[in-house]
Structure formats: structure tokens, C-alpha cells
């Protein structure tokens, strides 16, 4: 079935309704006696102008379904699509970024049980070498360390991803509203808004860029307020 | 000296927990959020690391409550978060955070700010 645009569906939808009031006008304009009087086929045939009005309103009407049965039939396909949007892709992606989010974990968790297991056996060197090798093991060591600092991209990533992941949700959530506005039997009660659920549990600005700028700034407002604060004792 | 490191990601209590193994620090315990940390806290603690954004309680939260605690009015408290909005550390430091770490972060700063805490910092609580 064709859809038409809202505002062209109230223009026609007003149209038909003026039609409509015209034909009543035209229905209210005829006295009781011409209806007893043709009712006993007495009377002369009924002015023309009384008949169009009839079709008219007949027209008016088939008009006027028409319209609300295509306006109907367009609501129905855009319930679908959000629909098939609301819950099923947009939850999908998201399922996946948790699927990420819970990947890197793990990951992260076993490349720091591996970093553990080789500083043990650094310091295991370091001992049974007696001396040697000194500089060596020590560059391991702190390469080791390096390695286990930059695990810190996991934290940063995973709020990165929670946040993608509550903005998704939040999307998900006013499709559905709007779904409901349509079809209020076929959407089921909706969840508390994903994104108030986790707000705190995130930084939606966390970033593994410009961490030495960023800690600059921290710095210059730490000791602002500190001297601040001193000056004021 | 003993730390407490409360932090919700797993990942990170282990990085600072071993970066503070490495400069000396070894006696250390651990909470997810700032409510587990308000149950474990004692008077025992020396410092403490604490992220920002947690479930439960934040740990911006979980700074206020230490402070109004008598037993946690003093206790140096160094902040480790992604957050580095001028505004958000504004915040921390008023709910009375000593210093301030923005992740990801090196060693070398852990160390610094931790003997900065250590050499007397007082914490600003307004």
C-alpha cells in the first residue's frame, strides 16, 4: 500500500472533513415534509443538489478509509522497521561490544599472569647468576614492568566500550518509546534508561592519548589549589 | 607503610598493586568500589589509591565519606582516573583527594606523587 506523508494525509484528512460538513449541510437542508411526501412517491422527483450530497458523502467516506487504512498500513511498516532496528541490531551490536569488552579482559588477565610468571623468573635469574649479567636482567625486569603498565589500555578501552555500549542501549530504548507510541501491545514493559543504570561506572571521555598533557593540567590545579590552600592557613 | 588500592577494574589493581611492589610498598589491600573500601578501611591504612568512576560508590564519593570518618580525616588520598577535566579534579581535590594521577600513567609518576603524599601533603576539604 502506497504511504503518503503526514502532512499531505492531515491535508486530505481535512478536505474530506470539509466535504463531510458540506454534505450535512446540504442532508439538514431538507424539510421533513419533502421526505414524508417523496416517502408516498406524491411528491415531485427531489431537487438534484439532495442526491449529489448522498454520493458525495459516499465518496467522502470510501475517500476518507482509504486514507486512514493507508495511514495505518505505513504506520505498521515503520513499527516493523524500528522494530527489527530496536531489537535486533542494535542489540546485537551491543552484545557484541560487551563481547569485546569481556575478550580484552580475559586476555589482559592472562598477559599479566604471564609478565608475573617472567619477573619470577627474573628474579630467579638474578639470583643464580651471582652478579652476572646484572645489567641485562635488569633491563628485563624493567622491560617487564613496562609491558605490565601499558596493560592499563584495558581499564581505558573497556570504558570506552561501556560507554559506546550505553549509548547503544539509550538508542535502543527510544526506538522502542517511539514503537510504543504505534503499537503499545507489542513492545513489553521497558527497563530503567541503560544510561542512568551506569552512570559513575565509566568515564565517557577516557582516552589512552595526550596522557602526559592531561597530567600536566592535573598538576597545575593540584599545586594551584595546594598553594592556594596554603596561603590560606 | 600500608596501602589500600580501590579500583573496579581488575586489570588496574594489579598494575598498581605491582608498581607499588616495585618501589617498595608490598603490604596492600584491595576493594572494587568506594563501599567495599568504606568497610575495609582501618586505621591501619597509610594511603590510599582510588579510581574515579566505580559501581556502588565513586570514589569521589567514597573520598567525602572517608573525610567525614574521624579515623579518615587525615589518611592521604591519591586519585587514578581517567577523568582529566580541569572542573573534574577541581572537584576531587574539594572533596579532599591530596593528588591526582590521570591514566594511563608511569610508574615514575606513581612513585613521585607517592612520596609527595608521604612527605606531608595536606588534603584541601571544602
Known amino acids: 500500500m502506497a504511504t503518503q506523508p503526514p502532512s499531505d494525509l492531515l491535508y486530505d484528512s481535512e478536505a474530506a472533513l470539509r466535504l463531510i460538513d458540506t454534505a450535512l449541510d446540504e442532508l439538514r437542508d431538507v424539510s421533513p415534509d419533502s421526505v414524508e411526501s417523496r416517502a408516498r412517491g406524491l411528491a415531485a422527483a427531489p431537487p438534484p443538489v439532495r442526491l449529489v450530497g448522498l454520493g458525495t458523502v459516499t465518496r467522502v467516506l470510501a475517500h476518507a478509509y482509504a486514507d486512514v487504512m493507508g495511514a495505518l498500513g505505513s504506520l505498521r511498516d515503520t513499527r516493523a522497521a524500528l522494530e527489527r532496528v530496536a531489537a535486533d541490531r542494535l542489540k546485537t551490536t551491543n552484545d557484541r561490544l560487551l563481547e569485546v569488552s569481556s575478550a580484552t579482559e580475559v586476555a589482559a588477565t592472562d598477559m599479566l599472569d604471564g609478565i608475573e610468571r617472567s619477573l619470577a623468573m627474573v628474579d630467579t635469574l638474578a639470583a643464580s647468576s651471582a652478579g652476572h649479567d646484572a645489567t641485562t636482567i635488569a633491563s628485563l625486569r624493567e622491560e617487564l614492568f613496562r609491558l605490565m603498565g601499558c596493560m592499563q589500555f584495558q581499564d581505558i578501552t573497556s570504558q570506552q566500550l561501556a560507554f559506546a555500549s550505553s549509548m547503544l542501549s539509550d538508542m535502543e530504548q527510544r526506538l522502542v518509546d517511539i514503537a510504543r507510541l504505534f503499537d503499545t501491545t507489542t513492545f513489553g514493559e521497558v527497563a530503567m534508561d541503560p544510561t542512568e543504570q551506569m552512570q559513575g561506572h565509566f568515564d565517557s571521555q577516557a582516552s589512552t592519548k595526550n596522557a602526559e598533557a592531561r597530567q600536566a593540567v592535573a598538576d597545575e590545579v593540584v599545586n594551584g589549589m595546594t598553594d592556594q590552600d596554603n596561603g590560606n592557613r | ?126
Open chain 2, 1 to 126: 607503610m600500608r596501602f589500600l588500592v580501590i579500583d573496579d577494574s581488575a586489570t588496574m589493581r594489579r598494575i598498581i598493586v605491582n608498581s607499588l611492589q616495585r618501589i617498595g610498598y608490598a603490604d596492600c589491600v584491595e576493594a572494587s568500589d568506594g563501599a567495599e573500601a568504606l568497610r575495609v578501611f582501618s586505621s591501619e591504612i597509610g594511603v590510599i589509591i582510588t579510581d574515579w568512576n566505580m559501581p556502588t560508590m565513586t570514589g569521589v564519593d567514597f573520598v567525602r565519606a572517608l573525610r567525614e570518618r574521624p579515623d579518615g580525616k587525615t589518611v592521604p588520598v591519591l586519585m587514578v582516573t581517567t577523568r582529566s577535566i580541569k572542573q573534574d579534579i577541581v572537584e576531587a581535590v574539594q572533596a579532599g583527594v591530596n593528588n591526582y594521577i590521570v591514566k594511563p600513567f608511569t610508574p615514575q609518576i606513581l612513585k613521585e606523587k607517592i612520596d609527595t603524599l608521604l612527605s606531608g601533603q595536606p588534603a584541601i576539604v571544602s
